[in-house]
């Protein structure tokens, strides 16, 4: 260094990642989280990528954990690890609202949910994703804030947490040092996020290695009918609506249909599946339609018809909204595994449709 100088060194300090390892963890929202941060770090050194390294420490209330598929996993204690900068919670290895109704209660959930708190309140950053979504909420950590969860569990989250502003159909929801994750591969999504704040251009090469496309929301694997059978008169408003797709909306008809008022079949709507009757029509719309895009060859124009539309550009808009994806993003999706008899003729491409 010249006498006087000042050397230009740039210190990049990693950033802690704590994954709360609960019994029954989700094994593959677990694997997910390790990998990606993993993978980068791995590609932010080969690839000349300028990104903190992620410090990621499996923790936990007891020794050593068990994953629904049955592995023992080595947890770390707090006390023997620096203050983390993030603290993930991988979903619980629940898929039923009774297992997870079950698993809530367990003393070591109870004590994780404190542990939350605890970190919340020393301003640590708190994400989950999928069915680990609840331990925040009952911690209290979610309370007047916008959050998602697993959408085939959102009216019982909706039930049990209704201080929280939920939207199922959002893959991600971020907001004052919370984060929230959708179902299942929504892990991967979360990681790909928190990496994404450190270095878009990391993010991007990280989801390439990991085959990871861009999911800005669940829409498009939601199940409609699946939410609605937790009350019979939106059941019955299912019904109804599936059957009147290609008719158009009446309110007034629905209501009549399954024997309440407008008012009430509203009400019952917004309770258990957070939406109005007409948002939750076009949910069918939107499934009815991706489905005839994805079994059909038959034009946007003739699909929008189908689900009560006057014209194609009606419906990929409603498709760009709802799902994220375009009309034709959605019709090739599967193209490449449907047998060969239902792939289109060499001559006929499905870019004529759309």
Same mark, same amino acid.
């Given at each position: 260094?010249?006498?006087?100088?000042?050397?230009?060194?740039?210190?990049?300090?990693?950033?802690?990642?704590?994954?709360?390892?609960?019994?029954?963890?989700?094994?593959?929202?677990?694997?997910?989280?390790?990998?990606?941060?993993?993978?980068?770090?791995?590609?932010?050194?080969?690839?000349?990528?300028?990104?903190?390294?992620?410090?990621?420490?499996?923790? $936990?209330?007891?020794?050593?954990?068990?994953?629904?598929?049955?592995?023992?996993?080595?947890?770390?204690?707090?006390?023997?690890?620096?203050?983390?900068?993030?603290?993930?919670?991988?979903?619980?290895?629940?898929?039923?609202?009774?297992?997870?109704?079950?698993?809530?209660?367990?003393?070591?959930?109870?004590?994780?949910?404190?542990?939350?708190?605890?970190?919340?309140?020393?301003?640590?950053?708190?994400?989950?994703?999928?069915?680990?979504?609840?331990?925040?909420? $009952?911690?209290?950590?979610?309370?007047?804030?916008?959050?998602?969860?697993?959408?085939?569990?959102?009216?019982?989250?909706?039930?049990?947490?209704?201080?929280?502003?939920?939207?199922?159909?959002?893959?991600?929801?971020?907001?004052?040092?919370?984060?929230?994750?959708?179902?299942?591969?929504?892990?991967?999504?979360?990681?790909?996020?928190?990496?994404?704040?450190?270095?878009?251009?990391?993010?991007?090469?990280?989801?390439?290695?990991?085959?990871?496309?861009?999911?800005?929301?669940?829409?498009?694997?939601?199940?409609?009918?699946?939410?609605?059978?937790?009350?019979?008169?939106?059941?019955?408003?299912?019904?109804?609506?599936?059957?009147?797709?290609?008719?158009?909306?009446?309110?007034?008809?629905?209501?009549?249909?399954?024997?309440?008022?407008?008012?009430?079949?509203?009400?019952?709507?917004?309770?258990?599946?957070?939406?109005?009757?007409?948002?939750?029509?076009?949910?069918?719309?939107?499934?009815?339609?991706?489905?005839?895009?994805?079994?059909?060859?038959?034009?946007?124009?003739?699909?929008?018809?189908?689900?009560?539309?006057?014209?194609?550009?009606?419906?990929?808009?409603?498709?760009?909204?709802?799902?994220?994806?375009?009309?034709?993003?959605?019709?090739?999706?599967?193209?490449?595994?449907?047998?060969?008899?239902?792939?289109?003729?060499?001559?006929?491409?499905?870019?004529?449709?759309?």
């Amino acid at each position: 260094m010249p006498l006087g100088g000042i050397a230009n060194i740039v210190i990049i300090l990693a950033m802690i990642i704590y994954l709360l390892a609960l019994d029954g963890v989700f094994d593959t929202g677990l694997a997910a989280l390790l990998d990606a941060f993993g993978a980068a770090n791995d590609l932010a050194a080969t690839a000349d990528v300028a990104s903190p390294p992620f410090t990621v420490r499996i923790v $936990g209330v007891r020794k050593r954990v068990k994953t629904a598929q049955g592995l023992i996993v080595p947890v770390r204690q707090f006390k023997d690890l620096p203050p983390p900068d993030l603290v993930i919670v991988p979903a619980l290895g629940a898929k039923t609202p009774e297992t997870l109704l079950a698993a809530l209660e367990r003393k070591d959930v109870a004590e994780a949910r404190r542990l939350l708190r605890a970190f919340a309140g020393q301003g640590v950053e708190i994400a989950a994703a999928c069915t680990a979504t609840f331990l925040l909420a $009952g911690a209290g950590l979610l309370d007047g804030l916008p959050a998602t969860t697993s959408w085939w569990l959102a009216p019982l989250f909706r039930a049990r947490y209704p201080q929280v502003d939920l939207d199922e159909s959002r893959m991600i929801v971020e907001t004052r040092r919370r984060m929230t994750a959708g179902a299942a591969l929504g892990h991967l999504d979360l990681a790909l996020r928190v990496i994404r704040r450190a270095s878009p251009a990391l993010a991007a090469i990280t989801g390439k290695y990991l085959l990871a496309d861009p999911r800005p929301s669940q829409a498009a694997f939601i199940v409609p009918d699946h939410l609605a059978h937790n009350d019979p008169i939106v059941e019955r408003f299912e019904r109804w609506a599936r059957s009147h797709i290609a008719d158009g909306f009446s309110l007034s008809a629905a209501a009549l249909a399954v024997g309440s008022s407008e008012r009430t079949l509203a009400r019952r709507l917004r309770s258990v599946l957070g939406r109005s009757p007409l948002s939750f029509f076009q949910d069918l719309r939107v499934e009815r339609a991706t489905h005839l895009l994805q079994t059909t060859s038959d034009s946007v124009e003739q699909i929008a018809a189908q689900v009560g539309y006057a014209d194609g550009v009606t419906l990929r808009t409603l498709l760009r909204r709802r799902t994220g994806r375009s009309a034709r993003d959605l019709r090739l999706r599967d193209a490449s595994q449907e047998p060969a008899s239902r792939r289109h003729a060499q001559g006929n491409p499905l870019s004529a449709y759309i």
